[in-house]
């Protein structure tokens, strides 16, 4: 019997008792190299000197500082390491604990920022059916998949959804770029109208959509589209980046190649690099002054927000990324990580699309590649990959996702950064075999 709790309470877990660089080791001495940075967090693998230098410092000098009566000096320059790197305005930093944490406080922002800026009817969220924003309540209620939404339907507010950007699927035989993502842009002015031009609070993407359907990036000039829709009715864009953010795909904000600012991001992963749990959200100029002109006061927190630890491991997590030029790595390997899997997998008919951007990876699995007709939900093929992989030293993040009632199998590749051309090669050899 175990006394921790486990997401699945029947399942048997190896217990992981070290990590070194780019590898995980077991309790039976087993190494597993990690493909997946757990689920996009580890972008600096194991034991990095000198995150892990900045955290012994850190955590010796001062334990915890309550925020609503210190500030500190870690939480401050990290802020403003951020600040200067996000897109345009977006200058205001609010630490947070993790990615469901960020999704849940953005949402709240974006409703006070309408309530103080006299528009307090301003109360709908629009999200896309293929989507993950959290297990919070808030992010939960927002979030694309029915099945998880489900049990706790009485409890969630009133979320609205749209079709995501998903051009493998969901574009048309003969649809050009411009074409599909007008349509999309269509159907979410429809859907703002018909809740009322002036009734919906904000509308939230991710901007690489990660653990619902394996990094699927938005064809070009998707984002540019939809901002101008929200802009045509005042609702605010929020953005998702606590999986595709803090340089997994090669930007450190992934909308940057997207050329659009959100009016709130939310970040959480990769910041803390797996080190310490810390999430962020960060806000335009215009949203922080209506709330410092208005109330004065956001009505949200948590105890353990900006906690100097987790801002200090951030800060040398920033610095190793600049330091040592990750982000150029980042875009070089994923290249070759695409390259190899496409020609690894030429042969292999259920392997359906390979895609994603930097080291931000997804393989989508299918019964054929011609119809691309899923896989039978029933044989569970992504576990049955994850657990081949295990088997060979490997970790890949497996998911069933379904949309609009169809099934779907991917893999999510997401190696640390420090991945060498020689780890690259290593890992699409072993997910050859597993698959
Ligand atoms: N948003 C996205 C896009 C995510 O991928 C996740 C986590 N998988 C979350 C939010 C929630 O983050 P957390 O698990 O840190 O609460």
């Not at 770029?177 to 904000?202: C, F, M, N, T």
């Not at 948590?302 to 630890?309: D, E, K, N, P």
């Not at 899997?341 to 699309?353: K, N, P, T, Y």
């Amino acid at each position: 019997m175990t006394h921790v709790f486990h997401r699945n309470p029947r399942g048997k877990l190896p217990v992981a008792v070290a990590g070194e660089g780019m590898v995980l080791i077991d309790h039976e001495g087993k190494r597993y190299i990690d493909a997946s940075g757990g689920a996009a967090v580890s972008c600096l693998g194991h034991g990095h000197p000198r995150v892990v230098e900045a955290i012994r410092k850190q955590v010796g000098q001062l334990a915890y500082a309550h925020t609503s009566f210190f500030t500190t000096e870690p939480a401050e320059e990290l802020a403003a390491m951020l600040a200067a790197a996000a897109p345009g305005s977006l200058n205001h930093v609010y630490f947070l604990s993790g990615g469901s944490e960020a999704v849940e406080a953005a949402l709240k922002l974006a409703r006070q920022y309408h309530v103080e800026s006299g528009q307090p009817q301003r109360q709908y969220f629009i999200a896309r059916r293929q989507s993950y924003h959290g297990n919070t309540l808030g992010a939960l209620a927002i979030g694309g998949n029915a099945w998880r939404r489900e049990m706790f339907m009485p409890l969630l507010i009133e979320a609205h959804h749209v079709s995501p950007c998903y051009a493998y699927r969901e574009r048309k035989d003969g649809e050009s770029d411009a074409q599909y993502v007008q349509r999309l842009a269509d159907e979410l002015e429809h859907k703002i109208l018909s809740l009322g031009a002036d009734k919906v609070a904000a509308f939230i993407a991710e901007t690489v959509v990660g653990a619902t359907a394996g990094a699927v990036p938005p064809v070009a000039d998707y984002f540019r589209k939809m901002r101008a829709v929200c802009d045509k009715y005042g609702v605010l864009l929020i953005l998702d980046e606590v999986m595709s953010g803090m340089g997994r795909t090669g930007y450190l904000f992934a909308c940057e190649e997207d050329g659009v600012q959100p009016d709130i991001v939310a970040i959480a992963k990769g910041l803390g690099a797996g080190y310490q749990p810390i999430g962020a959200m960060i806000c335009s100029d215009r949203i922080y002054e209506a709330i410092v002109q208005g109330s004065g006061f956001f009505q949200h927190g948590h105890t353990y927000i900006g906690h100097a630890t987790a801002c200090a491991a951030a800060i040398a997590v920033q610095n190793a990324i600049r330091e040592d030029q990750l982000l150029d790595n980042v875009r070089q390997r994923g290249e070759q990580l695409r390259a190899a899997l496409r020609e690894s997998f030429s042969e292999q008919a259920h392997v359906g699309d390979i895609r994603g951007r930097g080291l931000f990876v997804g393989v989508e699995l299918v019964a054929d590649r011609a119809s691309k007709a899923p896989l039978d939900p029933s044989l569970r093929t992504h576990a049955r990959v994850k657990a081949e992989a295990m088997k060979r030293g490997l970790l890949v993040y497996p998911m069933g996702g379904t949309i609009d009632g169809r099934r779907g199998d991917h893999i999510l590749l997401a190696p640390p950064f420090i991945a060498t051309r020689q780890d690259i090669d290593d890992i699409v050899g072993r997910l050859a075999e597993a698959v």
